[in-house]
């Protein structure tokens, strides 16, 4: 067969179009791996971002008119519904150029179906409230789900990691990672790896896996209570600390 | 089975090449937005907690 203009015109034939069937198959394949390991976590990252913002913006309006917290007597709310976000993780050390500043929600439980794979950072629900004496510990992915924990290897000693709740900021101090085994559950103790000692500090501990895209460890960040700020209607960006205060402006 | 697909568009060829341009665009967004997150819930479901048992 030849078609208008003369050239031989190739007819349709059975290899042509499984061979052809089976490159847009391979093509979707790494589509779907370069979405999944890069592309999602921008675009994900992006809506928690936003998501953690608004939730901020809630805070302020309820909080509006009412007397802010005393930064003496930390305040220790009690433990929400499970899948509930209550709360926003802020890292100064993650933030990315190109990227929106890191702020990320943080739900109750660590279901995998209700809160991790629906993009928070989970608390779990055994530990303590942010603020309490104890450990509050929390889980995310390292990638994936918005990858929330992508960076958690590059913290710093001294970093600090904030806690943001309806009351105001929580700051905590980075101390040391480790590396462990998925079943070393006392990492999440009251005094993290030493079971039945009663806590007098106040921990926080983030857990993830751990190498990149495995999960036969998990990467542990410890950090240590600093302060309380609380949020105050009166002061600059609601009393936000001015380390952190950036966050906010997109939030105006 | 392409250049069957690329036959019956109609139009000169940048017509035809703007159609599929958009056509791509289109199929791409709907991977991304709707398809790759579903495909998700099905594979390698990742664990980051720690406990007991596995």
Same mark, same amino acid.
């Given at each position: ?5 003369? %050239? #031989? %015109?190739? $007819? ?19 589509? +779907? ?10 675009? @994900? ?5 936003? *998501?953690?913002? *608004?939730?901020?913006? /809630?805070?302020?309006?309820? /909080?509006?008119?009412? /007397? #802010? ?16 976000? +209550?709360?926003?993780l802020i890292v100064p050390r993650w933030n990315q150029a190109g990227q929106p500043l890191y702020v990320r929600p943080i739900a109750q439980g660590v279901g995998a179906s209700a809160v991790l794979n629906k993009n928070n950072l989970g608390h779990y629900p055994t530990t303590q409230m942010p603020g309490d004496v104890g450990n509050f510990a929390i889980a ?34 980075? %101390? ?5 085994? #998925? ?7 009251? @005094?993290?790896? @030493?079971?039945?000692?009663?806590? @007098? ?10 190498? +990149?895209?495995?999960?036969?460890? $998990? ?5 240590? &209570?600093?302060? &309380? ?6 002061? #600059? ?14 939030? /105006? | ?5 690329? $036959? ?7 017509? $035809?090449?703007?159609?599929?341009? !958009? ?9 991304? +937005? ?6 998700? =819930?099905? !594979? ?7 406990? =007991?048992?596995?």
């Open positions: 067969m030849r078609s208008a203009n003369g %050239r #031989p %015109r190739r $007819r349709i034939s059975v290899v042509g179009v499984l061979g052809e069937v089976l490159i847009t198959a391979g093509v979707l394949v790494l589509m +779907f791996l370069g979405w999944q390991l890069w592309l999602q976590d921008i675009i @994900v990252g992006g809506q928690l971002h936003d *998501q953690a913002l *608004q939730q901020s913006q /809630k805070w302020d309006a309820t /909080k509006a008119n009412t /007397k #802010p917290a005393s930064s003496t007597t930390i305040p220790v709310a009690k433990a929400p519904a499970n899948a509930q976000r +209550f709360a926003n995310a992915h390292r990638s994936a789900y918005g990858g929330n924990l992508h960076l958690i290897h590059q913290l710093h000693v001294g970093d600090h990691i904030y806690v943001e709740t309806i009351d105001g900021w929580y700051q905590y101090s980075f %101390r040391n990672l480790q590396y462990v085994q #998925p079943t070393e559950v006392g990492v999440i103790d009251p @005094v993290p790896e @030493v079971p039945g000692v009663q806590a @007098v500090d106040r921990m926080i501990t983030l857990t993830s896996c751990n190498p +990149f895209y495995s999960t036969a460890e $998990r990467i542990i960040a410890y950090g240590d &209570f600093d302060k &309380f700020i609380p949020r105050d209607d009166a002061k #600059p960006d609601h009393g936000a600390p001015a380390e952190i205060a950036d966050v906010y402006e997109g939030k /105006k | 089975m392409y250049a069957a697909l690329w $036959r019956v568009l109609p139009g000169p060829w940048w017509v $035809r090449l703007l159609i599929v341009l !958009v056509a791509v665009a289109a199929i791409i967004a709907a991977l991304v +937005f709707w398809v790759f997150p579903w495909v998700q =819930t099905f !594979v390698a479901p990742q664990d980051v907690t720690v406990r =007991t048992s596995h």
